[in-house]
C-alpha cells in the first residue's frame, strides 16, 4: 500500500493542505480536537502525511510519534517538522502499531480517512490494538469517510451519474483514484466505528467535517467562488450530529474504557 501514496506526497501539500477546501477542513477538525488535548499528552499518529498535523500539534503535547506507511510521506513530514524536538517522524504501516508496545500514549491520532484503506476486519484489530497502547482514559480520535456524501449525491446526480452517486453506501471496497493509482477503500458510518470499537471505547462525539463545504475534488469549480465557501463554512460552525455521515468527513473521538 505504500506506493500508492508515496507518489503523491510531493504535490500532497499543494493539492489537498494548502487549497483553499483543505484549509476549511482541517480547520474544522483541529478546532475540535484542540479544547481535548493537554500539554502533557503523548500523541501516536497514524496516516501523518505530510506533517502538517504533526506540526499544529507540536505546540500543544508533549511528544508527538507521527507515523505513515509511506516512506516519502515521512520524509516530507520530517522535513516540516525538523525544528520541533517533540516530534519524531517514523513509517509505519497501521495495520502494525500494536509493534510499538510498550510504549503507551494519551491521544491516538487519524486524519482525513487514511483509516478507510482498512478492511473491516483489519480496522477491528487496529482499534483492538488502539486499547492496548492507550493509557486508561485515553482517547482515540479518527476522521473517517463516511458512507452518504450529501455534496457525492448532488454531484453525480447533476452529472446525469446516478449510479455513482451513492457509491460510498456499499459494505465492499472500492477503487479509489488517488493520483493516478487505484486505492481499495472501505467507507463507514459513525454506527459502523461505534460497533468495532465497542469492547473497548465509548463515544465521546461525533461531528461533522465538510458538510457543507464541498470535497477537495471540487477545488477547481470553487476557485473563482469563494465567496460560496465561506458561507458554507460559517454554516458549518452550526454542525448537526445527526447528519455526520453525510459530510465529507467526520471526526469520531472514543474514550478508552475502564478496565
Known amino acids: 500500500m505504500a506506493a500508492q501514496f508515496s507518489h503523491v506526497a510531493k504535490e500532497y501539500d499543494k493539492d489537498f493542505t494548502h487549497s483553499v477546501i483543505g484549509n476549511y477542513q482541517r480547520t474544522q477538525v483541529l478546532d475540535e480536537v484542540a479544547p481535548m488535548l493537554k500539554p502533557e499528552s503523548r500523541i501516536l499518529e497514524i496516516n501523518c502525511g505530510t506533517g502538517e498535523d504533526a506540526l499544529w500539534l507540536s505546540q500543544r503535547?508533549?511528544?508527538?510519534?507521527?507515523?505513515?506507511?509511506?516512506?516519502?510521506?515521512?520524509?516530507?513530514?520530517?522535513?516540516?517538522?525538523?525544528?520541533?524536538?517533540?516530534?519524531?517522524?517514523?513509517?509505519?504501516?497501521?495495520?502494525?502499531?500494536?509493534?510499538?508496545?510498550?510504549?503507551?500514549?494519551?491521544?491516538?491520532?487519524?486524519?482525513?480517512?487514511?483509516?478507510?484503506c482498512l478492511s473491516p476486519e483489519d480496522l477491528r484489530e487496529f482499534i483492538k490494538a488502539a486499547a492496548q497502547l492507550l493509557n486508561p482514559g485515553g482517547q482515540l480520535m479518527l476522521v473517517i469517510m463516511g458512507k452518504k456524501s450529501m455534496w457525492e449525491r448532488i454531484y453525480f446526480n447533476l452529472k446525469?451519474?446516478?449510479?455513482?452517486?451513492?457509491?460510498?453506501?456499499?459494505?465492499?471496497?472500492?477503487?479509489?483514484?488517488?493520483?493516478?493509482?487505484?486505492v481499495p477503500t472501505w467507507y463507514?458510518?459513525?454506527?459502523?466505528?461505534?460497533?468495532?470499537?465497542?469492547?473497548?471505547?465509548e463515544k465521546r462525539?461525533?461531528?461533522?467535517?465538510?458538510?457543507?463545504?464541498?470535497?477537495?475534488?471540487?477545488?477547481?469549480?470553487?476557485?473563482?467562488?469563494?465567496?460560496?465557501?465561506?458561507?458554507?463554512?460559517?454554516?458549518?460552525?452550526?454542525?448537526?450530529?445527526?447528519?455526520?455521515?453525510?459530510?465529507?468527513?467526520?471526526?469520531?473521538?472514543?474514550?478508552?474504557?475502564?478496565?
Open 188 to 201: 463507514y458510518s459513525p454506527s459502523d466505528i461505534l460497533k468495532l470499537a465497542a469492547t473497548y471505547f
Open 61 to 116: 503535547a508533549k511528544t508527538i510519534l507521527a507515523t505513515d506507511i509511506s516512506e516519502e510521506m515521512v520524509a516530507v513530514a520530517g522535513e516540516k517538522t525538523r525544528t520541533k524536538s517533540n516530534v519524531t517522524c517514523s513509517v509505519l504501516d497501521a495495520n502494525n502499531i500494536a509493534s510499538l508496545h510498550p510504549q503507551t500514549f494519551d491521544v491516538i491520532f487519524s486524519n482525513f480517512g487514511g483509516l478507510n
Open 205 to 259: 462525539k461525533t461531528v461533522p467535517i465538510g458538510l457543507f463545504i464541498a470535497p477537495s475534488f471540487l477545488e477547481s469549480f470553487f476557485s473563482n467562488k469563494r465567496w460560496i465557501l465561506r458561507i458554507a463554512a460559517l454554516m458549518d460552525r452550526f454542525w448537526l450530529v445527526p447528519f455526520a455521515d453525510y459530510a465529507d468527513h467526520y471526526l469520531i473521538c472514543l474514550q478508552k474504557k475502564s478496565a
Open 160 to 182: 446525469g451519474e446516478p449510479e455513482k452517486a451513492q457509491r460510498r453506501n456499499t459494505s465492499e471496497a472500492l477503487l479509489v483514484n488517488v493520483g493516478g493509482v487505484e
